[in-house]
């Protein structure tokens, strides 16, 4: 069954910013190598180093988004996510845990009549963990 993404759990700095995320987006991957010698008839790839990033549009309110995030730019933080904003964190509910460098904030964005929005980019500065023991 696939699920409903309407609950995302947001901790950034030891803050809790679910209520203000619009959306996310945890992006995982790493690097394609190429590991062809000569002599091969086909290209043959390689996994290198791994990198992650997170992707967060957050309805702005200066008590809570601004308040973190201003200060945070250019230093690094811890940021955990999950998809559901549950207490457990079963294997339908892992713990995605993290070091995110913070390299901008816009702190006003928007057009005439829209709701105030911003989104931020956290960069990796460490690994990516996932977690499924209860906590």
């Given at each position: 069954m696939a699920l409903l993404f309407k609950?995302?759990?947001l901790w950034v700095n030891n803050v809790d910013l679910s209520l203000s995320a619009q959306s996310g987006s945890l992006n995982y991957e790493a690097e394609s190598l190429d590991a062809t010698k000569m002599g091969d008839g086909s290209r043959v790839k390689?996994?290198?180093l791994k990198n992650f990033g997170l992707d967060?549009?957050?309805?702005?309110?200066?008590?809570?988004?601004?308040?973190?995030?201003?200060?945070?730019?250019?230093?690094?933080?811890s940021i955990e996510v999950r998809a559901c904003n549950a207490c457990s964190t079963a294997n339908t509910n892992?713990?995605?845990?993290?070091?995110?460098?913070?390299?901008?904030?816009p702190p006003i964005t928007g057009g005439v009549?829209?709701?105030m929005t911003v989104t931020v980019r956290?960069?990796?500065?460490?690994?990516l963990s996932r977690n499924t023991a209860d906590t």
């Open positions: 609950n995302f759990y390689q996994g290198g967060v549009t957050f309805f702005q309110k200066y008590s809570c988004v601004d308040a973190t995030l201003f200060g945070i730019v250019g230093c690094q933080t892992p713990r995605y845990s993290g070091t995110y460098l913070v390299t901008s904030y009549g829209d709701l956290f960069e990796p500065a460490g690994d």
